[in-house]
């Protein structure tokens, strides 16, 4: 399969002529003008919250504060530590434009809301930090990459990428980048999209053209997109992960489907179902950077036990392995695997974190785990994790709980494990910190890293300007980057 490129000014002079000479959507489907009313409500609530403007700036605000250490309402929980010295962070909203989104084809159709769901990528090359966002609709779908630069603190919006594909505003398209941002062949960044519908699209929206989740890849020095096609036709990638080492990607589609993907001879090695009694976890994709296979946990009510299983890109194979998932502390349920480190410790394990933050290690050679107890002191219900990252030299972990929307019901704490002791230790409170500075919620996140010295961590954060005395539901729509520096004592 050659891929088709497409060059930034070109994709959008050929979008904007389209437009101009009113040429319809391929899609059939027609988008009204103008903002969707229930967007202009949260209009007014986010100008009458942003009261410093953040929303408009490109630059990130520098906060450090006694205050990011104080627990919230109800106190610090036992069990849990707070760090003695109060780290320096950065924020800065995502630049989006439109901000407000439009109406869609139906009244009653869900209008979108500006979200970020993917694990990000820092470049150490060049100090940048990139992520994804989008609406999280299928029609008028925008997703962007989101570059954040370390170094002069600039946040940036790069190109539309549906765009970029050739796709009209009024074309099904895909609202989400799902999984993780890779870096491959000469500084190529690579990942999956998604769609919005949910199971999955229409019979006549897949008729009008479109064809699945693509593969595509970011050149980052010369800002292109190259599009290599739908790997396989009707599915479509909430996880994924590139093994930069063999030029493999693996990818879980949104109804199971599983693909093994040859970036090098651009085809696939894998593309169907895992065999009868495997069903790959669609929010997990643990690659062993030591040997090349790939990781999960059993989705199927056939293994209520949640045995981990294996794909073999060598011999091309499935398997169920003999450790099981450990159970939830509160009621014994084993829940698959949503966050996991990049790869081995130094002591030959993989750390994983359940859908109900279980923590444990995962020996891939002796097919053997070791439970952790809970990330967080708190309900298991509380504690969706699904990003991880550990310091360089294997000492400590470092994640945020409750990533869909209510971290701040925990105080968003960026949380410090030590693996050696156990020891849990909330370096900030992220709330009500930000939203009584900047009336900002940051409430959960899906993309936890550290820089390689060990000492910052870069996360892109969901939230909003929301006024939390009417409202305490999950909050989305203005998501945002949050760099924290670890103090060089609570790293000691």
């Not at 490129?5 to 002529?17: D, H």
């Not at 009113?22 to 942003?50: H, Q």
């Not at 299928?138 to 925008?142: E, Q, T």
């Given at each position: 399969?050659?891929?088709?490129?497409?060059?930034?000014?070109?994709?959008?002079?050929?979008?904007?002529?389209?437009?101009?000479?009113?040429?319809?959507?391929?899609?059939?489907?027609?988008?009204?003008?103008?903002?969707?009313?229930?967007?202009?409500?949260?209009?007014?609530?986010?100008?009458?919250?942003?009261?410093?403007?953040?929303?408009?700036?490109?630059?990130?605000?520098?906060?450090?504060?006694?205050?990011?250490?104080?627990?919230?309402?109800?106190?610090?929980?036992?069990?849990?530590?707070?760090?003695?010295?109060?780290?320096?962070?950065?924020?800065?909203?995502?630049?989006?434009?439109?901000?407000?989104?439009?109406?869609?084809?139906?009244?009653?159709?869900?209008v979108g809301v500006w979200s970020t769901w993917g694990q990000g990528f820092y470049d150490a090359a060049t100090a940048r930090y990139y992520g994804s966002v989008g609406n999280h609709v299928?029609?008028?779908?925008?997703i962007h990459l989101v570059e954040y630069d370390t170094r002069s603190k600039i946040i940036r919006l790069l190109p539309e990428i549906n765009a970029l594909m050739g796709r009209l505003p009024?074309?099904?398209?895909?609202?989400?980048?799902?999984?993780?941002?890779?870096?491959?062949?000469?500084?190529?960044?690579?990942?999956?999209?998604?769609?919005?519908?949910?199971?999955?699209?229409?019979?006549?929206?897949?008729?009008?053209?479109?064809?699945?989740?693509?593969?595509?890849?970011?050149?980052?020095?010369?800002?292109?997109?190259?599009?290599?096609?739908?790997?396989?036709?009707?599915?479509?990638?909430?996880?994924?992960?590139?093994?930069?080492?063999?030029?493999?990607?693996?990818?879980?589609?949104?109804?199971?489907?599983?693909?093994?993907?040859?970036?090098?001879?651009?085809?696939?090695?894998?593309?169907?179902?895992?065999?009868?009694?495997?069903?790959?976890?669609?929010?997990?994709?643990?690659?062993?950077?030591?040997?090349?296979?790939?990781?999960?946990?059993?989705?199927?009510?056939?293994?209520?036990?949640?045995?981990?299983?294996?794909?073999?890109?060598?011999?091309?194979?499935?398997?169920?392995?003999?450790?099981?998932?450990?159970?939830?502390?509160?009621?014994?349920?084993?829940?698959?695997?949503?966050?996991?480190?990049?790869?081995?410790?130094?002591?030959?394990?993989?750390?994983?974190?359940?859908?109900?933050?279980?923590?444990?290690?995962?020996?891939?050679?002796?097919?053997?785990?070791?439970?952790?107890?809970?990330?967080?002191?708190?309900?298991?219900?509380?504690?969706?994790?699904?990003?991880?990252?550990?310091?360089?030299?294997?000492?400590?972990?470092?994640?945020?709980?409750?990533?869909?929307?209510?971290?701040?019901?925990?105080?968003?704490?960026?949380?410090?494990?030590?693996?050696?002791?156990?020891?849990?230790?909330?370096?900030?409170?992220?709330?009500?910190?930000?939203?009584?500075?900047?009336?900002?919620?940051?409430?959960?996140?899906?993309?936890?890293?550290?820089?390689?010295?060990?000492?910052?961590?870069?996360?892109?954060?969901?939230?909003?300007?929301?006024?939390?005395?009417?409202?305490?539901?999950?909050?989305?729509?203005?998501?945002?980057?949050?760099?924290?520096?670890?103090?060089?004592?609570?790293?000691?």
């Open positions: 399969m050659s891929p088709s490129t497409f060059e930034i000014l070109a994709a959008f002079s050929i979008l904007t002529l389209a437009l101009a000479e009113g040429e319809p959507a391929s899609s059939g489907a027609v988008l009204p003008g103008g903002t969707d009313p229930r967007e202009e409500a949260r209009r007014e609530m986010v100008e009458r919250m942003d009261r410093h403007n953040l929303r408009l700036k490109t630059s990130a605000v520098i906060e450090t504060s006694a205050h990011l250490l104080r627990p919230p309402p109800g106190g610090l929980p036992p069990g849990a530590e707070v760090a003695a010295v109060p780290p320096r962070i950065e924020l800065a909203i995502i630049p989006l434009e439109p901000r407000f989104l439009n109406r869609q084809p139906s009244p009653d159709m869900h299928f029609y008028d779908a925008r009024g074309d099904f398209g895909d609202g989400k980048i799902h999984g993780h941002l890779d870096l491959w062949n000469n500084r190529q960044l690579w990942f999956c999209t998604y769609w919005c519908a949910y199971p999955e699209p229409s019979k006549e929206q897949f008729e009008s053209g479109y064809d699945g989740g693509h593969l595509l890849s970011w050149d980052l020095d010369k800002e292109k997109l190259t599009d290599y096609g739908a790997p396989l036709k009707r599915a479509s990638w909430p996880y994924h992960r590139v093994d930069a080492a063999r030029g493999l990607l693996f990818a879980v589609g949104a109804l199971g489907e599983f693909i093994c993907y040859d970036l090098k001879e651009q085809r696939l090695r894998f593309g169907g179902f895992p065999p009868e009694g495997i069903r790959w976890s669609d929010r997990c994709m643990v690659l062993d950077d030591a040997t090349g296979c790939v990781y999960s946990s059993n989705d199927t009510p056939r293994d209520p036990e949640a045995h981990l299983i294996r794909y073999d890109p060598r011999a091309n194979r499935f398997t169920r392995l003999e450790s099981r998932v450990p159970p939830d502390e509160d009621d014994g349920t084993s829940r698959q695997i949503r966050a996991h480190s990049r790869g081995r410790l130094p002591d030959g394990s993989i750390l994983c974190i359940t859908r109900g933050g279980q923590m444990f290690r995962f020996w891939p050679d002796q097919d053997r785990v070791e439970s952790l107890g809970k990330c967080w002191p708190a309900p298991n219900a509380e504690l969706y994790t699904t990003s991880v990252a550990v310091s360089p030299d294997g000492r400590f972990a470092y994640y945020v709980p409750a990533a869909h929307g209510r971290a701040h019901r925990l105080g968003t704490p960026v949380v410090q494990y030590e693996l050696r002791t156990g020891r849990r230790k909330a370096l900030a409170f992220l709330h009500p910190f930000l939203y009584e500075r900047y009336g900002y919620t940051a409430s959960g996140t899906y993309s936890v890293d550290i820089t390689p010295d060990g000492k910052r961590l870069l996360m892109w954060f969901n939230g909003a300007f929301k006024d939390l005395s009417t409202d305490m539901e999950d909050v989305f729509g203005d998501p945002s980057i949050v760099v924290l520096d670890i103090p060089e004592e609570e790293r000691r």
